[in-house]
């Protein structure tokens, strides 16, 4: 357990460090700072930081390797494509980014509470995470300003 703490810190300061990158780079992209070269190795950056974590985290799901390359996939698919066509619109909901976290949160305690022998049923999982990030959109979409009539 001890050497599973030490890999996970490990891996939390790597993750963190590119996070940091790609938080200065996307402020130069969006000034428009940025070469086209720039913005490849950004989103290459923003794919390696969701598939390590991506990985992680899904096997607090389950442990088919299959279904997890599949979820990884299609997840890296989507978050590339929310990226490039709408870093605004999810800019706008500005507490999603701290469901993703508190779901994450979540996520280790019952995989740590699983390695400790304690027996969570399947759908646990599932049913936190999405209550989690939809708790978090709601209170995002409470929080925009009303929309004016055009």
Same mark, same amino acid.
């Given at each position: 357990? =001890?050497? !599973?703490?030490?890999?996970?810190?490990?891996?939390?300061?790597?993750?963190?460090?590119?996070?940091?990158?790609?938080?200065? =780079?996307?402020?130069?992209?969006?000034?428009?700072?940025?070469?086209?070269?720039?913005?490849?190795? *950004?989103?290459?950056?923003?794919?390696?930081?969701?598939?390590?974590?991506?990985?992680?985290? =899904?096997?607090?799901?389950?442990?088919?390797?299959?279904?997890?390359?599949?979820?990884?996939?299609?997840?890296?698919?989507?978050?590339?494509?929310?990226?490039?066509?709408?870093?605004?619109?999810?800019?706008?909901?500005? *507490?999603?980014?701290?469901?993703?976290?508190?779901?994450?949160?979540?996520?280790?305690?019952?995989?740590?509470?699983?390695?400790? !022998?304690?027996?969570?049923?399947?759908?646990?999982?599932?049913?936190?995470?999405? !209550?989690?990030? !939809?708790?978090?959109? *709601?209170?995002?979409?409470? =929080?925009?300003?009303?929309?004016?009539?055009?």
């Amino acid at each position: 357990m =001890a050497f !599973g703490a030490v890999m996970g810190s490990t891996e939390f300061f790597i993750v963190h460090g590119f996070r940091q990158n790609a938080e200065q =780079a996307e402020i130069k992209l969006l000034k428009g700072d940025m070469s086209d070269v720039s913005k490849i190795f *950004y989103l290459e950056v923003i794919d390696a930081t969701f598939s390590i974590d991506g990985v992680i985290g =899904a096997f607090a799901f389950t442990m088919s390797v299959p279904l997890i390359l599949i979820g990884n996939g299609i997840g890296a698919f989507i978050v590339r494509e929310l990226t490039l066509r709408n870093v605004d619109n999810i800019k706008k909901y500005q *507490y999603l980014k701290n469901g993703a976290m508190y779901s994450v949160f979540f996520l280790g305690i019952i995989m740590l509470l699983d390695s400790f !022998g304690f027996h969570i049923p399947n759908w646990v999982s599932p049913v936190i995470t999405f !209550g989690v990030v !939809g708790f978090f959109m *709601y209170q995002s979409m409470r =929080a925009l300003p009303p929309a004016s009539p055009t």
